[in-house]
């Protein structure tokens, strides 16, 4: 028996050793160097150890594995050489263990997930326990990276071009069921029990073995990349992988360049092949910047990071939500949903009931899907109170306003409310536009009032940006943390000011685009680009969707004095097609947009007339630089002007609650992936050319002088 830091080896009484992974020191078991290390060393004994038969690798921890120790990839060591040849000698060291003869089998007990389902296909049969919690696959695209632990290689010999290809780059994770339908594991048990008794039966059945790759004749599932099949998938996958990455992902072009180059090959020169486009994919500042914000800085927000360190725990188990529209009915649902007892109030009971029946509509399609079973969906609906009567909110932690965007309403329903929540509760306004502070004068506890921001539609939008007004409390902010972590979203903090960071920015998002469109750029151009520089909508269309019409009024709010040269440009641009044409947006069928019945939308044809444009006017690089400067130019002035208290909280908002790019790593990650002297310099070039609202603010000079970066 050895047991250390990583892991426990036995050898049983049959001559069937197992290699128990447990990462006593950590959250769960990771991928790293000095774990394989040990890992090889032991299995390697093992294969010498004449009494041993075969070995079975498993989980003494939460998780089989859960991936690779991304703090590893997330700075690797400066000697790139030096890292391949790491690399390539674990591939050697695996390769022996693989052809040794003597069997190994995974009996997957948690999930196993990239770095961890690879080591699992090192093996030779890969059982699993049938438990629903449990996840396995192949990630890793997700954060600029790819299988490169032999992931490419050895799926694809055991699955076939196609589905490995696709579930990698799609980053797919499967459920047990779903495993085995896709050949990642070969059978399920029900039990820990049956799982380790069926591996040791298969060891000791099968006293000889060699992986498939390594069988004379092994032909790769569903045809080679010369068959018809493999000529046709790759020539698909590759203009796919275009269409929807435009070459802004390399973690996923060198996934396929792996398997493409590699699959022909014997196992050991495409291992080698796999190595050397990985080490691309480590080092490329694209993976940097997805493990950064898409892992660290989501992690932490998910735990909460943003909270006052010296405030207790809050926990929310009664809430009340004023409003059941849109906004109020998907707050009850996700708070209904987290065991959470919620009072759904509205003027009308129909109007709260009908806020209650969103809920029971998710509920039920979850039920069809077989996720939830009756009891479950009832429980939940149980959980959801609808009202007319302020009364009802008493005893509730946290009140949540979702009413009307009217700032005396939202003063009536405040008070009606303060009038029976308990001193010491909180009360949050969902607005999306007026300053909590304004709001707060409302109230007569303005210490326990603040902002939580939810995103349409709540059930499927992660952030919530939490609003500090000038008198909220370290208390209140701690309440409003802790109530987004319960739900099992991200919150992000920032500070008061109209629009907040997220809705400030992506204001200038759309503003952008409208000046565009103005200046005289095709509208096509205007939102193919915005979406080749990886913003998931363009402007024009996006703009379409929050409905021009809500546009306007938001501008209207904010006051035309307080107005730049470029606002009332794109105020003339949506007044214009409001005012006088009636084109709204998406939901009267017209804007930007011609929305027919049964056809797809496309740009409205009299938008060339309406705004005269020219293809040459500018390059596409220019205006899709414009549109991502405007955007990290102006979550730096929030910075500047405390709306953001920090880097972490924009670069994960502008991920989450705008969809910028993710290779960038966010608004300010983005302007070191720029380098900003080179940002600055044609941040200048813009705002000579197109305006003021390029205009680079001093402390931004001053760091770039100072030689620092972001990150
Ligand atoms: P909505 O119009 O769908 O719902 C508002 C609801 O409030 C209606 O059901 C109305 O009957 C109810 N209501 C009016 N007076 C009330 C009172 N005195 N007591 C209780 N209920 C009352 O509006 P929506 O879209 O849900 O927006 C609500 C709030 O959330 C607004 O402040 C809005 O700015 C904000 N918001 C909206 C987002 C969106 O995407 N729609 C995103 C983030 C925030």
């Not at 903090?493 to 103005?518: K, M, P």
């Not at 899709?624 to 880097?647: F, I, N, P, Q």
Request: charged fraction near 25%; include cysteine.
């Amino acid at each position: 028996m050895i047991k250390n830091e990583v892991l426990e080896y036995n050898v049983d009484q049959d001559g069937v050793a197992i290699i128990s992974i447990n990462m006593v020191n950590a959250p769960t078991n990771l991928f790293s160097f000095p774990f394989i290390k040990t890992y090889l060393e032991i299995a390697q004994k093992a294969v010498e150890d004449e009494q041993v038969k075969g070995l079975i690798i498993t989980s003494g921890h939460r998780d089989f594995m859960a991936g690779a120790d991304l703090r590893m990839l997330l700075s690797p060591p400066e000697d790139k050489q030096a890292f391949l040849d790491d690399i390539l000698l674990m591939h050697q060291q695996f390769r022996n263990l693989e052809t040794c003869g003597k069997p190994f089998v995974a009996a997957i007990n948690g999930t196993a997930l990239g770095g961890g389902y690879e080591l699992a296909l090192t093996c030779h049969k890969r059982f699993a326990l049938n438990n629903p919690k449990l996840k396995i696959g192949l990630p890793e695209v997700q954060l600029g990276l790819f299988p490169g632990g032999g992931g490419t290689q050895r799926l694809t010999r055991l699955i076939g071009i196609a589905p490995a290809l696709t579930n990698i780059l799609q980053a797919r994770q499967f459920r047990p069921a779903a495993a085995l339908e896709e050949n990642y594991v070969d059978a399920l048990y029900d039990t820990n029990e049956e799982l380790l008794a069926a591996a040791k039966t298969w060891i000791l059945e099968n006293p000889k073995v060699a992986q498939a790759w390594d069988q004379r004749g092994h032909k790769v599932p569903g045809g080679g990349l010369m068959s018809k099949n493999g000529v046709q998938t790759m020539a698909g996958a590759i203009g796919n992988l275009r269409k929807k990455t435009h070459g802004n992902y390399p973690g996923a072009q060198y996934a396929m360049a792996a398997i493409h180059d590699g699959i022909e090959l014997p196992i050991d020169r495409a291992l080698e092949i796999e190595a050397r486009y990985f080490v691309g994919a480590v080092y490329s500042p694209e993976a940097k910047n997805m493990i950064r914000t898409g892992f660290f800085f989501m992690n932490e927000a998910k735990k909460g990071k943003a909270r006052p360190k010296d405030q207790a725990f809050y926990p929310v188990k009664k809430i009340g939500i004023l409003g059941a529209g849109m906004m109020g009915a998907g707050i009850a649902y996700v708070s209904a949903k987290r065991g959470m007892d919620v009072v759904l109030k509205d003027i009308s009971i129909e109007g709260a009931e009908k806020g209650k029946a969103y809920s029971q509509k998710i509920l039920a399609k979850q039920q069809s899907k077989g996720r939830l079973n009756a009891e479950q969906v009832q429980a939940t609906l149980d959980k959801i109170k609808t009202t007319v009567e302020a009364s009802d909110l008493e005893g509730c932690d946290l009140v949540i306003e979702a009413v009307f965007e009217n700032q005396a309403l939202k003063a009536k329903v405040t008070a009606e409310t303060e009038a029976v929540l308990a001193e010491n509760k909180i009360y949050a306004s969902n607005t999306s536009t007026i300053p909590i502070t304004l709001l707060a004068q409302a109230s007569k506890r303005p210490e326990n009032f603040i902002g939580i921001h939810f995103f349409s539609p709540v059930d499927k939008m992660p952030l919530v940006e939490i609003i500090v007004g000038e008198k909220t409390s370290d208390y209140a902010i701690a309440a409003a943390v802790d109530y987004v972590t319960q739900i099992g979203k991200v919150p992000i903090v920032v500070n008061d000011s109209r629009g907040f960071f997220t809705s400030r920015v992506f204001g200038v998002y759309t503003g952008e685009g409208a000046l565009l469109l103005e200046e005289g750029v095709p509208p096509v151009m205007i939102d193919n680009i915005a979406k080749r520089v990886g913003m998931p909508v363009g402007p024009l269309a996006v703009t379409d969707e929050v409905a021009l019409s809500l546009c306007l009024h938001v501008m209207d709010a904010a006051g035309e004095d307080k107005w730049s040269d470029a606002e009332k440009r794109i105020y003339a641009v949506y007044a214009k097609m409001v005012r006088e044409l009636g084109r709204e947006g998406k939901k009267v069928g017209k804007g930007f947009y011609d929305y027919p019945e049964n056809a797809k939308k496309h740009m409205w044809k009299g938008l060339e007339e309406l705004f005269p444009s020219n293809v040459d006017y500018l390059d596409g690089e220019t205006v899709g630089k414009r549109l991502l400067h405007r955007m990290a130019l102006e979550s730096y002035r929030c910075l500047d002007e405390s709306v953001l208290r920090t880097t972490k909280d924009g670069d994960l908002g502008s991920l989450l609650g705008f969809g910028f790019p993710p290779y960038t790593g966010g608004v300010f990650a983005y302007i070191d992936y720029v380098g900003l002297d080179k940002f600055i310099v044609e941040c200048d070039d813009f705002a000579n050319r197109f305006g003021a609202r390029f205009a680079v603010p001093d402390s931004l000079r001053q760091r770039a002088k100072d030689g620092k970066t972001f990150y």
